[in-house]
């Protein structure tokens, strides 16, 4: 009897344990729920700590400027020279003419050798074959 009466407190005793392992598992998600919400945590320091957020971001922006910024142009402009004007006329007229010769050249090229392969194939297949 009494053998019995432990196995009933024992088992007793090992729901309420399992009933509080439950409840602290599950105030323990709810925690970590929290802590891993990455939306509240933002605002959270941003309202709690908005002139820290302000001189990070502002210290952030001026080294990005200070790594990523481009070396200034010279304010001197390099007069060209009388030679270098002329030429410089001189291939702006020329440039259109050039690119109508590059054309017709790039044309002409293509069509005698379409034409020399067109040869070539109409050639092998008329030629009589010799049996000997």
Same mark, same amino acid.
């Given at each position: ?6 196995? &009933? /407190? ?9 009933? $509080? ?14 802590? %891993?919400?990455?939306?509240? $945590? ?12 302000? &001189? ?27 030679? $270098? ?7 702006? %007229? /020329? ?6 010769? %590059? ?9 005698? $050798? ?19």
């Amino acid at each position: 009897m009494a053998q019995k009466k432990q196995i &009933a /407190l024992r088992k007793k005793a090992l729901i309420s344990q399992m009933a $509080q392992s439950r409840e602290d598992i599950s105030q323990g998600r709810k925690i970590l729920k929290e802590k %891993l919400n990455f939306k509240k $945590q933002v605002s959270s320091v941003l309202r709690h700590k908005p002139k820290a957020i302000f &001189a990070g971001s502002a210290v952030v922006g001026l080294a990005t400027t200070l790594i990523l910024r481009r070396p200034r142009k010279s304010s001197e402009k390099k007069r060209k020279t009388l030679i $270098q004007m002329t030429l410089g006329w001189i291939l702006t %007229l /020329l440039k259109p003419t050039a690119k109508k010769w %590059l054309k017709n050249s790039i044309k002409t090229y293509a069509i005698g $050798q379409l034409s020399h392969l067109a040869q070539n194939r109409h050639g092998t297949l008329s030629e009589p074959k010799n049996r000997s």
